[in-house]
């Protein structure tokens, strides 16, 4: 059902590929594009870029740190095939794995030393460290020659343009090998990164531009994406800078920093976060560019060069606000070529039990009735706020279990003391007997998941890949085997792809699974995002006021889901204003006010407190008025 | 090292210093980080070089001028720049609608020099060199020289500040632009008109940055293509200084100019930018938000 190849997502690229295959063909037959070798030059440089622009697309596109060091990278790369191979003699295959793991090691220290900075100080910092490359380009004088570079840079990999084609042959088809080794290589680089992003590694970059709290709720660690994220990006930059030494023939400072122009009309133009984007937009400034220098005027008064690109890109960009690959892909000219949509009929879903596997086995197995989740004296003050008072919880297996309160009673600060977002001054937090992992990713791995107060969707990726990126910390796929799309791998995504369906079913979303997650109603987000906690395979699942602004309609289909959680063996920690709801599905109940727990118990025993009714009603008088 | 060395240092300063009050007034309300903010400087200083040296104007009639250029060039900058960065709505529409607006104004700043090489270098209109000390320049630290213009610039650096800061505290249109910074939208609710804030930031920040580029034009040896240049510098004051602080600016020009000054002369001529870059990298990792700004969340 699902395993079968689906053609027409595969149309365009084809056909892409197929040109590129062809085009020293084409720049040798068609008349205008003479003299046909100056056009596969054109062809390799627009390549190299294509490559950079990728790396680019990596950390920005889908990891969301904005890098404005990437012609940094590209002149890493680029003195690395100066320097050794220049210089020292080296071969190309030594030189390339040098500039991979020195653009690996400086990207993965640049995001290291930036860990905390946020999106626009990310910048800054990559920035003031480009400049830092920039000036010991410029300085370090005996192995990068200063500001003239390093010229006549041995082309290694014309390994074979010594040798003598017919002429005939060569007219008709003025490749060089240099093309089609570029070529080779940016297209691995461009397959290689299509399956990184579409798996586990991917999501979890994109889980984490969209916000890192979700994403270390889902047990993301977020430090270690944004270093891993920069470090490949940072390696594929250097490896485009060698193959960009060795077809220019020169490495300078100059040409290097000349280069942001193309990376951002490149990537913004393509599409930011795609998977052509960058392509396209790179192809396109390409075009832009040669087509300029043609131009008669242009070569009379070439200072109108810039004017005229700064006028067209600036054009373009009112013209294509999302990118050409972004406004493609939402209009109705993309129809044919979206995959096929896969839904789950009434009778191909599977029964509760099996869908929640691995909740009914464990739950079978602990008959004890044990509290697995426990607080005890937990206190937090902001400033002189004192938002939590010697709070205490303590829930048992396979139980909805409710925090209520009025607003402001410190329900979402226990919450988040709980799930370690933020840490108790005072307090101990057992989890399954455990004192609680002090981060929230480890907490989130040790079989607790929360669903926050306001929607946290991925909204610019389909209902499926939310839930996918919810199963980060069950995926059983190595970087390696995505991104060579290894049988493994491709079992790991099937049943993942399948089970995530299936659960989108239950919770009532199966006509929705592959729409837009921000197209969602209020209340589809709601449930889609219960059941991307539910992927994880918790045991403990935290949903933090989820009925807050649904209708009764959707309250009441909100109510069945987590019911039926609960009697496949989940727990379920239920923190809710909405009393009729509470009283209605919870099997107990603690309330809170002012910091502190001021009853716990059945939903009846709750009912009937007095110290209940005095926190949410005030005193006896208005109880008196309304008749209690 | 002597005190005309320093002099020299609180003139670039205060040239950075202004450059970077150019790029807070825009971020503000924007959060745009404006790659064009030096051709604003570029524009001071052809103004001056227009109107001084080749047409022999005073000094009156050209500031009038400079006035006009700015108020103008802050409309077309609004223009180029915000048009792109509304309709796209993604947050990172302002690298490319920046850097497309610098390609545009630097090459217009080119062709209005075209057949014109050399530096825009108007004679000093401060005129005038004060000698301090007894002895020989520079053979103690008391003993230098110092030009009435870099003295002129940076007074006139210091005035436009305090200007700045007093209206930001006093005046209720200062409260509006200090809500539009914070929150563009509630201040739209408030009754702000958010739209226009942002263009009149546009024009003062325009402004302002020419004003810093005709002061200083008698001794910065500028060319028209240089704008890149001092974007960067300024970039880099108002990033130490902190983003979005009118003292930040200042400081963090000061610090720059007075980094760069001193190295070049006392150490290394090349080795100033290599300083100021390290220098930021390695403040950025203490104050990330720099010296006296505040942390922006959500971006």
């Known amino acids: 059902m699902l395993g079968r190849l689906d053609l027409r997502p595969k149309i365009l690229p084809i056909i892409g590929i197929a040109v590129l295959l062809c085009w020293p063909l084409l720049a040798g037959q068609v008349g205008f594009l003479s003299p046909g070798r100056e056009y596969v030059d054109l062809g390799t440089s627009t390549l190299v870029s294509v490559m950079l622009v990728y790396s680019l697309n990596i950390a920005m596109g889908y990891a969301g740190l904005l890098s404005l060091m990437h012609a940094g990278f590209l002149g890493l790369g680029g003195y690395a095939a100066g320097y050794f191979a220049s210089r020292q003699g080296w071969p190309i295959i030594a030189v390339i794995a040098v500039a991979l793991v020195a653009g690996a090691a400086i990207g993965a220290f640049s995001a290291a030393i930036s860990l905390r900075a946020t999106y626009l100080y990310f910048g800054i910092i990559t920035l003031s460290l480009n400049n830092v490359l920039d000036e010991i380009a410029k300085e370090w004088r005996g192995v990068t020659l200063g500001e003239d570079g390093i010229s006549a840079i041995p082309n290694r990999v014309d390994v074979i343009d010594g040798v003598q084609t017919p002429r005939g042959f060569s007219q008709w088809f003025p490749t060089t090998p240099r093309y089609l080794i570029v070529l080779a290589v940016t297209l691995a680089v461009v397959i290689l990164h299509a399956n990184l992003i579409k798996s586990r590694s991917g999501r979890a970059f994109q889980a984490v531009r969209e916000s890192s709290d979700t994403a270390s709720a889902l047990g993301i660690r977020v430090s270690n994406v944004k270093i891993t994220a920069f470090a490949l990006s940072g390696a594929i930059g250097a490896l485009a800078g060698v193959f960009f030494a060795y077809h220019r023939g020169f490495i300078n400072p100059s040409i290097i920093a000349a280069s942001?122009?193309?990376?951002?009309?490149?990537?913004?133009?393509?599409?930011?976060?795609?998977?052509?984007?960058?392509?396209?937009?790179?192809?396109?400034y390409a075009v832009l560019e040669k087509t300029l220098t043609k131009q008669h005027i242009i070569e009379q008064h070439p200072l109108y060069f810039w004017l005229v690109l700064g006028g067209i890109i600036w054009i373009l960009l009112l013209a294509v606000p999302k990118g050409i690959a972004g406004s493609f892909q939402?209009?109705?000219?993309?129809?044919?070529?979206?995959?096929?949509?896969?839904?789950?009929?009434?009778?191909?879903?599977?029964?509760?039990?099996?869908?929640?596997?691995?909740?009914?086995?464990?739950?079978?197995?602990?008959?004890?009735?044990?509290?697995?989740?426990?607080?005890?004296?937990?206190?937090?003050?902001?400033?002189?706020?004192?938002?939590?008072?010697?709070?205490t919880l303590s829930v048992r297996p396979q139980e909805i279990h409710a925090i209520m309160g009025p607003n402001g009673c410190g329900k979402s600060t226990f919450v988040n003391c709980i799930t370690q977002f933020l840490h108790a001054d005072e307090g101990t937090i057992t989890i399954f007997g455990q004192p609680a992992a002090t981060s929230p990713e480890r907490v989130a791995a040790s079989g607790v998941i929360r669903v926050f107060q306001v929607p946290h969707l991925f909204e610019r990726v389909s209902a499926l890949e939310n839930v996918l990126t919810g199963m980060h910390l069950r995926a059983r796929q190595s970087v390696i085997s995505a991104m060579l799309r290894l049988p493994s791998f491709g079992r790991d995504e099937r049943a993942m792809r399948d089970e995530g369906r299936q659960l989108l079913r239950l919770a009532g979303l199966g006509d929705k699974t592959d729409e837009l997650a921000a197209n969602l109603s209020h209340g589809q987000k709601r449930l889609l995002e219960v059941v991307r906690a539910v992927a994880a395979h918790p045991r403990i699942l935290i949903l933090d006021e989820p009925a807050t602004g649904l209708t009764s309609e959707e309250v009441r289909a909100l109510g069945v889901l987590v019911k039926t959680l609960r009697d496949g063996g989940l727990t379920i920690v239920l923190i809710e204003h909405n009393v009729g709801f509470v009283m209605e599905i919870s099997d107990r109940i603690t309330v809170m006010e002012q910091g502190r727990v001021i009853a716990v118990g059945v939903p009846t025993e709750i009912q009937g407190s007095e110290d209940v009714q005095r926190a949410y009603l005030g005193d006896g008088d208005v109880l008196a008025m309304l008749g209690a | 090292m002597n005190v005309g060395i320093i002099v020299e240092a609180l003139y670039f300063g205060a040239v950075y210093g202004l450059v970077a009050l150019g790029f807070t007034l825009v971020f503000a309300p924007t959060r745009v980080l404006n790659f064009a903010q030096g051709e604003a400087l570029i524009l001071g200083a052809a103004v001056a070089f227009k109107c001084l040296a080749q047409w022999k104007w005073g000094l009156v009639p050209t500031i009038g001028v400079l006035l006009v250029a700015g108020v103008l060039g802050g409309i077309l900058s609004h223009f180029v720049i915000m048009t792109p960065v509304r309709i796209s709505g993604s947050r990172n529409?302002?690298?490319?609608?920046?850097?497309?607006?610098?390609?545009?104004?630097?090459?217009?700043?080119?062709?209005?020099?075209?057949?014109?090489?050399?530096?825009?270098?108007?004679?000093?209109?401060?005129?005038?060199?004060?000698?301090?000390?007894?002895?020989?320049?520079?053979?103690?630290?008391?003993?230098?020289?110092?030009?009435?213009?870099?003295?002129?610039?940076?007074?006139?650096?210091?005035?436009?500040?305090?200007?700045?800061?007093?209206?930001?505290?006093?005046?209720?249109?200062?409260?509006?632009?200090?809500?539009?910074?914070?929150?563009?939208?509630?201040?739209?609710?408030?009754?702000?008109?958010?739209?226009?804030?942002?263009?009149?930031?546009?024009?003062?920040?325009?402004?302002?940055?020419?004003?810093?580029?005709?002061?200083?034009?008698?001794?910065?040896?500028?060319?028209?293509?240089?704008?890149?240049?001092?974007?960067?510098?300024?970039?880099?004051a108002v990033v130490i200084g902190g983003l979005g602080s009118a003292k930040g600016a200042l400081a963090g020009g000061l610090l720059i100019g007075l980094l760069e000054t001193v190295v070049r002369n006392e150490v290394n001529a090349s080795l100033g930018n290599i300083v100021v870059a390290a220098a930021l990298a390695v403040a950025l990792l203490f104050f990330p938000s720099g010296f006296f700004g505040k942390p922006i969340e959500g971006h």
């Open chain 1, 260 to 284: 942001p122009l193309v990376l951002f009309t490149g990537l913004l133009l393509g599409g930011s976060g795609t998977l052509v984007g960058p392509f396209v937009g790179v192809v396109l």
């Open chain 1, 330 to 391: 939402a209009s109705p000219l993309a129809r044919p070529f979206r995959p096929k949509r896969v839904t789950v009929a009434n009778d191909q879903l599977r029964p509760t039990s099996e869908i929640l596997s691995w909740a009914t086995s464990t739950a079978d197995g602990s008959a004890s009735r044990e509290p697995i989740l426990v607080a005890a004296g937990v206190s937090k003050s902001f400033g002189g706020i004192k938002a939590l008072q010697g709070a």
């Open chain 2, 93 to 236: 529409a302002w690298i490319i609608a920046t850097l497309a607006a610098a390609l545009i104004f630097s090459s217009m700043l080119s062709l209005w020099f075209e057949n014109f090489s050399g530096f825009l270098q108007p004679e000093p209109f401060v005129a005038g060199t004060i000698k301090i000390g007894k002895g020989p320049s520079g053979s103690s630290f008391f003993d230098g020289q110092i030009s009435g213009q870099q003295i002129f610039a940076f007074a006139v650096a210091i005035v436009i500040m305090l200007t700045y800061d007093q209206f930001l505290k006093r005046t209720i249109y200062g409260r509006a632009f200090r809500a539009a910074a914070h929150d563009p939208d509630t201040a739209e609710l408030m009754g702000i008109g958010v739209k226009s804030v942002t263009m009149v930031s546009f024009i003062a920040s325009v402004t302002v940055t020419a004003i810093a580029g005709f002061a200083a034009s008698p001794l910065l040896a500028v060319g028209p293509a240089s704008g890149l240049n001092y974007t960067f510098k300024g970039f880099t």
